[in-house]
């Protein structure tokens, strides 16, 4: 049993703070600096690069970070996981997403349910469903195949798997594999329904109904709202509709959907994406051969964040150098910064994984900790950020670490070479020529135009954001938030913070106010 | 002429550190509570309504505020401004954004040419030749009309227009006023343009050239791509494009554009929505009418901006709150948070408005100031953060302020009663509940379903998003982040930050470099 102890309790902690700080734009500059770059890279999964020659470390730094995952047992507490510790001590359940990607350790009984059979179960169950609507097998009240997906769901639900489609979108079109457009409804505000609904023919769409428990208010009024857009179309919304939700659940079983696939008390929301909440959405979209594909992705990150020693490991070593950046240099975010136009929601996606996981000030036993623990996480694809934002990250008076993800290929191969470059090239040079200027500056005489530098970042380099790549990509976050949250010993799993609103809103509804929130449910209009 | 200071250099600065603190949750709770939310309120345009009741602030922290405006001289700042003083003392060059709405101070002439004349006249120019679009007048080359206008552009010519067609096209089509949809390509990552141009015929697409200078590279690359769809289609570029660009570039007077609008060098292109960059695809999409009134709203909050005492003024007060938690209280980011589908990418515009106006370690002079300068910006539309990242703005170890925008109707005016209330509702009681949650939280025996509270808000609320409140709900914005700018003593009209890696991604794009960016342009394959 590895032992669960507060971050600043820990040896190797209080040796790294005592670490000489590293000055990154005199470690880059000059013949050094290639050196450098060359060697602060470690292999990632899918033929992936995690290069961290940007951040503000050197071997004696790495050497401290190293002990200090020794000595917080890290790939221990993995293993402890992916053999079936009860990790999740609020809710006191297993955590078991990487099962739906492989058998990491032993084989995982709950009720006597081989767990990772189960989650097999239901890829299988699904690609069947998909494979007989790409067929035409399963059809509208007309015989007409269906042409659109919609997923209800907000959150975990919404979030991740909408990320993961725009991501593999243009990759599928490009490669003769995309099947079904997706669309997603998620917010309460009608008008987000509605114009979906607006957007969609909806006598060719098949809507999912995402729902753990089947009580999830957002999502029960729009699938209302679905309802009642179908039967006025004097379509039988049992026709159209099936569900992602717990075996036990009022939805599963029930004839008012064409079928139901299961998920479990095990996968939290913002982990589910590789579970059947991913998997339907993404294998009717693609077809199920792609969700295998990024199934595998994932499950060959998860089996490198195994390693114990994290100068091998790129989820490990990315958590350490988060954590140093965090509570030994004091930099309270982090932006996400993807060269990619496929993954323009995936910092959505890593907002809500990283910040609901880690944002506690409480520790896995319910004591308050005496540290900072998960960072705000924000971003916005380049070189769109470039003209936005980044002038704060270069010039503001906060030093934001940065994460940056390159492809060296485009999705659509579609091109133009304008003064002799490619707009790839162009790309791929720009997230070059940003590392560099955060971390080196430049000395100008006129101090408006002055780059201190210093600002560190690190690089996820692959060949193309593909099924497998994506998966990869997907685990390697998942991963480095799990092992931050064993350093700050946090449980990651659960999500109490969103729950005094619920409440609260639901006085609101059932006019039981008083006080400031009458005044304010008053102004509203409610 | 005012005088302008460093922050740290006001007498009323120093006062206002010295101020006890506010205990949020005290204060809003119980029958004061309601008092309070009753009373910090003040009216803003359009009928809108800014309420700083869950603000750290009582009556002591706003008289001292109070004194800050008024020994910052913001009032007297924001006149110079608006009668044409050299403001954006980096590029010695006025700054006109609120003159694209109306005529606020002195006739504002250069080189002999009254600037709001031109402005209204581009307006005009550009709204006739929307109507003429829309009457079937200006045709494609089968002399059919033109159905799609796509805007090429990044930055402040892509985040702001796009965040505000997104906020009016549910709203446009429900009021039957929606005339052509709008896409837009920013990325030069050349799957965003090939993306937008498989989603259109461009047949019926018309395209808006967006660069000032008529040289941004980003842009000019994707103007390419798109010449090249146009001419593999058989068409001719020159009959279904225009430039919006400053009078003196390559695109003006080019046979290439069917037309050209103008824009200057007085407005920068995160202030640019209410200028031709803005008015050429929102007239094109809604018609001249709607951005009219767009501009209405816009020109009634600069109207209210210019009264000096803050508490009737909202964007004043907001900037001076604001400033309070960030250097007094501390606080490294603010959270944007529209409970509304339709401001989906305000968040967005926001984060590079301000971000990029204010994230400055200079003053106007040019020399470094000791305190910290713009937060980080972020956010998405409630409901859909509740379930992502809230858990760490309820429970987190750090406190970020959080700015609410919140609707009494939807836009489309299409809802469902569930549970005994609509989904307008809902959203409404789930903004309310949320403002009282994070400011008041609530005890737990179990420390991990413990709220501490103190985490401030304020809230706008309107009537509806329509083109008024959003031009008034932008200028509130532009204004705050101007006072802000204002009070840090910054030039919040430049952006000198974002050149070096222009520079850098030049040299590799023409292979002149060495050390570590010639081995990450190895690793990127360029």
Known sequence: MADWKNLDTLESYKELEKVEKVDIAKELSGANGAERVKKYSVKGAAGMTFNYAAKAVDDKVLAALKKLAEEAELADKYAELYNGAVINTGEKRLVLHQLTRGQLGKKI????????????????????????????????????KFTT????????????????????????????????????????????????????????????????????LETLTNESFVKDALKNAGLDPAKHMIAVTSA?????????????????????GRYSSTSAVGGAVLSLAFGPEVFADFLLGAAEEDKLSTEADPMKNPAMLDALIGVYERNV???????????????????????????????KSVNRFGEAVDYVTGPVIFGEPGTNGQHSFYQLLHQGTDIIPLQFIGFK??????????????SQQK??????????????????????????????????????????????LLAHFENKV?????????????????????????????????????????????
Chains 1, 2 share one sequence.
């Not at 457009?181 to 809507?207: C, G, M, T």
């Not at 079983?253 to 299961?262: E, I, M, T």
């Not at 290929?409 to 490619?422: M, R």
């Not at 659960?494 to 039981?512: C, F, N, Y």
């Open 248 to 268: 036990t659940s009022p939805l599963a079983g029930n004839p008012d959907y064409l079928d139901a696939f299961f998920m479990d008390d095990y996968i939290g």
């Open 149 to 216: 997906v919609v997923q209800i769901g907000i959150g975990g639900s919404d979030l991740g798997p909408r990320a993961m489609y725009l991501a593999l979108e243009n990759w599928a079109k490009k490669s003769k594999l995309f099947k079904m457009e997706a669309k997603f409804i998620s917010n309460v505000d009608p008008d987000d329904a509605s114009q979906v609904l607006n957007s969609v023919d909806v006598s060719r769409s098949i809507f999912i109904l995402v729902s753990k428990s089947g009580t999830t």
């Open 482 to 526: 799990m092992f931050q949250g064993f350093l700050w010993n946090l449980n990651s799993f659960d999500q109490e913070g969103v729950q005094l609103g619920k409440t609260l809103a639901k006085k609101v509804l059932a006019r039981e106010t008083d006080g400031a929130l009458s005044v304010y449910s008053d102004l509203l209009n409610i």
């Open 409 to 422: 290929n485009s999705q659509l191969a579609n091109d133009v070479v304008i003064q002799g470059s490619t």
């Open 427 to 472: 790309l791929c040079a720009n997230v070059a020529a940003q590392i560099v200027a955060f971390a080196c500056g430049k000395k100008d005489e006129n101090p408006n135009k002055n780059f201190k530098g210093g600002r560190p970042s690190s690089i996820i380099i692959g060949e193309e954001l593909n099924p497998k790549t994506l998966g990869a």
């Open 109 to 144: 009984e709950v009720d006597g349910e081989d767990k990772r059979a189960f989650y097999v179960e239901q890829q299988n169950r699904i690609a069947e469903f998909a494979n007989k609507v790409h067929a035409g097998e399963i059809v509208n009240e007309k015989g007409e």
């Open 329 to 359: 240099l004091g930099f309270p975010s982090t932006a996400i910064l993807p060269y990619s136009q496929g993954l323009s929601r995936f910092p959505a996606h890593l907002q809500q994984l990283d910040m609901e996981s880690n944002g």
